[in-house]
C-alpha cells in the first residue's frame, strides 16, 4: 500500500512509501483518523459508508424474505398459524409495514447482536403485535419476582418495568444473556438509558 508523506498534517507532493497489510504500522495508521477502528456510537458507525451499505443489504435482503408462523402439533408434526405477522402493520397499530418490521428488528441485531419487542395487546388481552425498541432506549436486570429469577425491562421515558409476558428480547451473542454484544463496539455490560 502506498501511503503519501505528511508533514505537521501536510502531504508532500511526490512523496510517498510502500507500507504492508502485516505492518504494525498499517495498524496504527487505522486507529488514528476519521477511519480508525474502535468504539463508535450507532450513529458514528453508520457514517462510514461500507457499514452502512452493509447493514443496508444485510437487513433489506432478510426483511424481503417471507415469515412463515408454525403451530407445534406434537410428535415433530407442524402446521401452518395465523399470526400478527399476516396483517398489514405486524407492529400492532404503530403504522410499520411488514418489510419495515423485519428490516427494524434485523438493523437491532445486526448491529446490537440484540432486539427488544414491546407486546402490544387488545383490550381483551390478545397479542395483536409486536413493537420494535432499539437496545439503547432500554435496560435490563435479572430480578426475583413470584419466586422466579426473570428479565426485568425499563424503557426509556417510563417507569413501569416491563417483564416477558409483556416484553420479548432476542439475545444472539451474550456473555450473560442479557445484553447481545455488539459487533461495532463491545461496550458491554455498562450501557446507559439512551446512549446510542
Do not use: C
Not at 438493523?107 to 403485535?129: C, D, R
Not at 421515558?157 to 461495532?184: A, C, H, K, M, W
Amino acid at each position: 500500500m502506498r501511503v503519501p508523506v505528511t508533514f505537521f498534517g501536510v502531504k508532500i507532493p511526490g512523496l510517498a512509501y510502500d507500507v504492508s497489510i502485516s505492518d504494525p504500522a498499517f495498524a496504527a495508521m487505522l486507529q488514528m483518523g476519521s477511519f480508525g477502528l474502535g468504539p463508535y456510537g450507532i450513529y458514528q458507525a453508520m457514517q462510514f459508508p461500507a457499514f452502512y451499505r452493509g447493514v443496508a443489504l444485510i437487513t433489506g435482503e432478510i426483511a424481503s424474505l417471507p415469515v412463515k408462523t408454525w403451530k407445534d402439533l406434537g410428535d415433530g408434526e407442524r402446521e401452518a398459524a395465523d399470526s400478527f405477522m399476516d396483517d398489514d402493520d405486524p407492529s400492532g397499530g404503530y403504522g410499520l409495514t411488514k418489510f419495515q418490521w423485519k428490516q427494524h428488528v434485523m438493523f437491532n441485531m445486526v448491529t446490537q447482536m440484540e432486539s427488544g419487542l414491546l407486546h402490544v395487546k387488545t383490550e381483551a388481552g390478545a397479542l395483536i403485535g409486536l413493537m420494535p425498541w432499539h437496545p439503547s432506549t432500554y435496560t435490563v436486570k435479572w430480578v426475583k419476582r413470584n419466586g422466579m429469577t426473570e428479565k426485568e425491562f425499563t424503557l426509556q421515558n417510563t417507569q413501569e418495568p416491563y417483564y416477558s409476558d409483556s416484553f420479548t428480547q432476542i439475545v444472539r451473542q451474550s456473555l450473560d444473556g442479557l445484553r447481545g454484544l455488539s459487533p461495532r463496539v463491545l461496550e458491554y455490560p455498562s450501557r446507559e438509558l439512551g446512549a446510542a
